[in-house]
């Protein structure tokens, strides 16, 4: 069977905007629809199968219940608790461990007062659990389990109090806190049709938004693998050898005077760029119709156009990268019509 290759995404992160816990994910250019499809399945798989760890039980010395005060603890019982479901830990090994607290004395306490085992470490040190009072004595023992989603307090059955006074916590697992993305539009050769993928990914810290997106692929990949009934279809040598002629053709369009892009692009109307309303209206009025009229324009000549703010300006930069474009291009209409009379007399 002869197969179609199919276009093969570059993967890339923002490295201006990364950080341990926000990542922006860029995936371009994919088959048209594709950006959806992966960008949904893969959001929903990391924001409920990635594995992360978070205190299941505690012992607070002198409390047998959730509902009892503390001596020498400003907050009741219940406040602390729920300070204590924010405690971000990253676990090494994804081994049960315990972590302690033993403070004395006015002041806060902060997650950065816990002692932790060696395969634990505690992120958010700053977050403040409780406030003690001058005769204040707070002792805790914390159990850390690791899991996926969300897991409810583990009660044993027909036991209201514990004989070493444990109490049991609901636990959120997953160290994903939000995930965005959305699809804008991609040029592969001379088609524009294609989709690139933006996905922005929210953590607590623990684990990376690289490592998540990581695991959710992984997985998907697993997941998928039951469905093949036969052997796996080739496609990514199929298509590398389409790529790799794409590249060579790619290399000597660019030394011609449009950039190695179609030259009707160029004489196209801007209406085809699709441009919001606003944006769209303002460059017409400043006389700008066709796609190299706007192109031979620089930012500070587009800032000039009456009623044109950086918000569209920043719009207008967005749509023409999508079509592989920018400002500031400097492309000669004679050139343009040299290139299509080459194009004529050669056949094309």
Known sequence: M???????????????????????????????????????????????????????????????????????????????????????????????????????????????????????????????????AADGDLEIEFFVETGRGYLPSQWPLGQALQADGRIYLDAMFSPVRRVEYHVEQARVGERFDCDKLVMRIFTNGAVGPQDIVHYGTSVLRTQFEHFLLAKEIPFNEISQATVEETEKEHITDTESPTKGLPVELFLKPIDELEFSVRAHNCLVGAGIKRVIDLVNLTEDDVLKIKNFGRKSLREVKEILTAFGLSLGMNVKELDLKKALKEREKNGQ
Do not use: C
Request: no cysteine; aromatic share 4%.
């Open 2 to 132: 002869n197969y179609k290759p199919l276009i093969l995404p570059k993967v890339s992160w923002d490295t201006k905007v990364s950080s341990s816990t926000y990542g922006e994910l860029i995936v371009q250019p994919l088959e048209p629809g594709f950006g959806i499809t992966l960008g949904n399945a893969l959001r929903r798989v990391m924001l409920s199968a990635v594995e992360g760890s978070a205190v299941t039980a505690l012992i607070i010395k002198g409390v047998n219940n959730e509902f009892s005060t503390i001596k020498g603890v400003v907050e009741d019982s219940l406040s602390v608790l729920l300070n204590i479901k924010e405690i971000v830990v990253k676990n090494s090994t994804g081994l049960p461990g315990k972590m302690y607290l033993s403070k004395k004395g006015e002041g806060p306490v902060t997650v950065g007062d816990i002692k932790t085992d060696a395969h634990l470490l505690v992120i958010n040190k700053d977050h403040v659990l409780a406030h003690l």
